[in-house]
C-alpha cells in the first residue's frame, strides 16, 4: 500500500473516532474592536500531541495561544481542556504553561530564580523547588549558568532557560510562542530536535505557533495551516504536503506549480483535464467524481517534474525554454517557460558531483509528470 | 549622532556649561569668605556655617522642608506610577484625554496659578493652611512629573513579562509587585527623587498654601533674599546643592556602571554562545 | 491584569486630579466673578450652584466687574503683554545658547556624552530660588560682573544691570537652560549621523545638510523646548521679583502682590484665569507634542 511521505511514528489519536480531545475549540470567534482575528474556528488537540499552528503574521495562530492561555477570552465559542470549559478561568489557574516568543525572563531574576518562579507559586516546598530546579537545569544543561542573569546569557541560552521555566511546573500542556523565532539558522535546527525529545520524555502536549514551514514540518505530529483566522487544512506534514485541499494550501507549504483546466474525462479513478497552460491535456488520478466542464486546480511540486530532452512517454508532457537555472547544491531548481507563456518550477536532485552535457540556458526541453504526481483542487 | 566634534561644538560646549556652572561656583566660593560683603573676598572662613547651626529658625524650617519634602515626594511616588501605568496600559477608559491632559498640564503651568488655585479650594473647603496642605500640594504637581519619568521607562516594559508571571501563577497583582514593579524601580526611584527636590526647591506654591508654623526653607531664604546677599544665605544654599548634588551624582554613577557592566556581561555571552 | 487593579490603577490617581487640580480651577472662577469684601475669605460668592435651571439664569447675571476692572486698568493689560513679550524673547535667547550646546553634546564622543548630559542636568536639580540668587551677587552695581568689566576697562562706571528687564532675561535664560537643552538633545543624540552623510552625497553642502537635516528632525526637540521655556516663563514670580525692578512688569509679580500685599483674592483669581486664557494654546501644543512623543516610544 502506497502511504504519504515518510510515516513518522504509530501516533495518531486522530483517525480514531473513540478517542477523546484533550483541547477543543468549539466555534470560536475573537474579535478585537472591527478587527476579527479569529473566525469561527473549531479545532480538536490531543494528548501528547505536537501540534502545530502555522500561518502568515496576523492569520489569528497568536490569538488562538493566547487564548489558551487565558491573555485573551474569545468573544464567542468556548475553549475546552479535558473536558473542562476554560470560560471565566484566570490565566494564573490554568494548568497550562507559554513558552513566550520574546522568552519573557524576569531581568531581575537569575536563571535559577527564573525557573523556581512558578514553583513557589505554586507553594511547593524548599527542597522539592531546587530538586525541581535541578533537574530542569540537567534537562536544558544549564547546569553551569545558574547564577547568571539573562542578560549574561547567549540567546540560545535564554531560549533554553524559557523553555525550563516553562516545563518546570509539569504543565500537561504546553504552549510554544515562535520559541525559534530568535535564533540563528543552525541553532534553530538543533533546537527543534531537542525540543522533540523533550516533549518525548515528559510526554507533554505541545501546541506550537509558528511562521516557518520547516520548523512545522520537522516537528509535528499535525499541522494546522491558518490563513485571515481560519483554518484551511488540518493536516500531518505529510498530508498537508502531498495532498493539500487548496490552492492556498498547496501554495503556503512548499513551492508548487499550479495549472488550471476544465474536466474532459472522468472515469476508472482517471480525470483528464482539458489543455491547460501548453499541455495538451492533463492526467490526474483521483477518485472523486467531478462533472465534466467543472473547472479544477493541478498542484503539483517542483520535484515530481520530469525535464528531458526527448519527449517522454508520460501521459502530461509539455515542452519549454529554460528561463532560469539556480544551483542550491543538494537541488537544482529550474524554472522553465512553457510554449503557452506559463512559468514552471521543476527541481532535480544532484546525486553526483559531476554531471555530462547538464541541461542549461535557453535550451528547449520536455517538462512532464506522473499522473499520481499532483493534487487536483477545487478551491 | 556621531562624526567630527568642530571647533564650533567644543566652544558652544565649553560657554553653556560655563554659563550654567559659573554662578553657582561662585556662590559656593563666597560662602567661605571671611568678610560679610559678599562680593569682596577676604579670606577662607566656615564661620557661616556654624552661625547656621545656632540659627533656630532656619533650623526649624529646614526641618518642616525636609518632612514635606519625605512625605510628598513618598505619595505622589505612588500616585504618580498608578498614573503612568494607566496612561500606558490602557488606551481606552472614559475621560482618558481629560486625565491626560491633568498629568501634563502640571509640568509647565506657572507655579502661581497651580499654588492659588489650590489655597482658594483648601479656604472653600475650609482646609486649616500649614503643613499638610503645602504637602497635599506638592503631591498634586509633583506626582505629574513622576508620572512622566515612569512612563518613560513603561513605553518600554515588555509586557509578555507580566503575562509571564501570571501563566506561572501569579495573580495580576502579585505580577506586577514581583515582576514589573522591581524592573521599573530605578524609573520610580528617580520619580522619587526628582519629586523630592521639587518639594524641596518650592517657593512659590508653598508660599500661597503655608499657615502659621509651617514656614518652609525655600520661603525663609527668599524672605532673608529680598534683604539682600549674605554669606549665611550662601552657606545654605552650598549646602542644599552639596546634598542635591551628592544624590544625583551618586544615583547617575550607579547607573552607569550598572550599564557598562551589562554591556560588558552581554558581550561576554555572546562570545560564549 | 483584573479589573479591579485596572479600576484602582486608573481611578485613585484621576480622582486626586479631579480634586486637586480641576476642582481648584472651578473655584478660581468662582471667585474670579465674586465680589471683594473684606472678611474671612474676602469674598463674596455670586455664584452659587443650586439647579441646571438656576445655573443658566445666573450665567446671564456673572459679576464680570473684576474682568472689567482688568481690561480697563492699563497696568494689567501691559503686564500680559510685557510677560508675554519677555518670555517670547528670553525663549528665543536660550533656544539661540541651548541648541548649540545640545548640538556640541550630541556630537561628543560616545564616552563623553552622558558625563557632558549629568552636567546639564544637574543644575536642573538644584534649587530654582539659588540659581536666581547666585546672580545677584553677579549683577549688582558691586558685583562681580562690574568688577570684571571695570578692571578689564571695558567700562568705566558700574553698570545697573540688577533690577532691569536685562536681568530678568539672563535670570530666566540661566534657568530654563536645562529644559531647553534636554529634548534638543535626545531628539539629535537619536538622529542618525548617516542621513547627513547621505544628504551631502546627494549634493547639499554641509550648511544644506544641517538646515535640511539636522534642523528638520530635531523640530520636534526644538518646540518640545520652548514650550517648556515659554509657558512657565510667561507665569514667572520669582525672577522678576529678585532680579528685575520697579519697572518690570511680569503677571506672577503683580498676581502675587494682589495677592499677599493688596489681600485682592478675587482680582488675583480675575488674573490667573486670563493667564490661563493667554496659555491655552500653547498648553494643548504642549500637550500634543507629549502625546506624539509617547506614541513613538512605543
New interface residues.
Partial sequence: MKSLGNVRRSFAPWIDPKSVPYIRFENVTKKFGDFTAVDNLSLDIFEREFFSLLGPSGCGKTTLLRMLAGFENPTEGDIFLDGQSLKGVAPHNRPVNMMFQSYALFPHMSVEQNIAFGLKQAKMNKSEISDRVQQMLKLVKLEKFAKRKPHQLSGGQRQRVALARSVAKRPKLLLLDEPLGALDKKLREETQFELMDLQQELGLTFVIVTHDQDEAMTMSDRIAVMDAGVVKQIGTPAEVYEAPDSRYVADFIGSVNIFEGEVKQNADGLVKLDSPDGFSEIQAVEDHKFETGQKLFLAIRPEKMNLTRERPTDANAASGEVWEIAYMGDVTNYIVKLDGGKMVRASTINRKRAVENPIGYDEVIWVSFEPDGGTLLDR | ??????W??????I???G???L??V??IV?SFNESRL??VWAGFSTKWYGALFRNEALLDAAWVTLRVALLSASVATV??T??A??????TR?P?RT????????????????IG???L??F??IGFDRGFLTIT??H??FS?CFV??VV??RL??F?E?????????????????YK?TL??ILPAVISGWM?AF?LS??D??IA??NSGPGATTL?MK??SQ??LG?TPE??AV?TI??GI??T???IA?IVG?RRDIQ?KL??Q???Q?? | MSNMFRRLTIFIPYIWLLVLFLLPFLIVFRISVSILEYGSPPYVPQFEFESWAGFIDKLGMLNLDNYRFLASDALYRNAYISSVIIAFFSTMFTLAIGFPLAYGMARASTSLRPILLMLVILPFWTSFLIRVYAWIGILKPEGLLNQLLLWLGVISEPLTILNTNAAVYIGIVYSYLPFMVLPIYSTLEKLDYSLIEAAQDLGCTPLGAFWKVTIRLALPGILAGCLLVFIPAVGEFVIPDLLGGSQTLMIGKVLWTEFFNNGDWTISSALAMVLLIVLVVPIVLFQNAQAKATEAGK
Avoid: K
Wanted: hydrophobic share 55%; proline share 5%.
Fill in positions: 549622532m556621531s562624526g567630527r566634534w568642530t564650533f561644538n567644543i566652544t558652544s560646549v560657554f553653556g556649561m554659563f550654567l556652572y554662578p553657582i561662585i556662590l563666597f559678599v562680593t500616585l504618580g498608578l498614573a501605568l494607566a496612561l500606558t496600559r490602557y477608559f475621560g481629560l486625565f491626560t491632559g491633568m498629568v501634563f498640564a502640571p509640568l509647565v503651568m506657572p507655579d502661581v496659578i492659588l488655585s489650590l482658594l479650594l479656604v472653600a497635599l500640594a503631591i498634586t506626582m508620572a512622566v512612563q518613560s513605553v518600554s515588555d509578555s513579562l507580566e503575562e509571564a508571571a501570571q501563566d506561572l501563577g501569579c495573580t495580576p497583582f502579585h505580577a506586577f515582576v522591581p524592573v526628582l527636590t524641596l526647591d517657593l512659590v508660599s500661597f525655600p531664604i527668599y533674599v529680598r546677599v544665605i550662601n544654599c542644599l546643592i542635591v548634588a544624590g544625583v551624582l547617575s552607569r551589562r556581561d552581554e561576554q555571552a555572546a560564549e554562545g
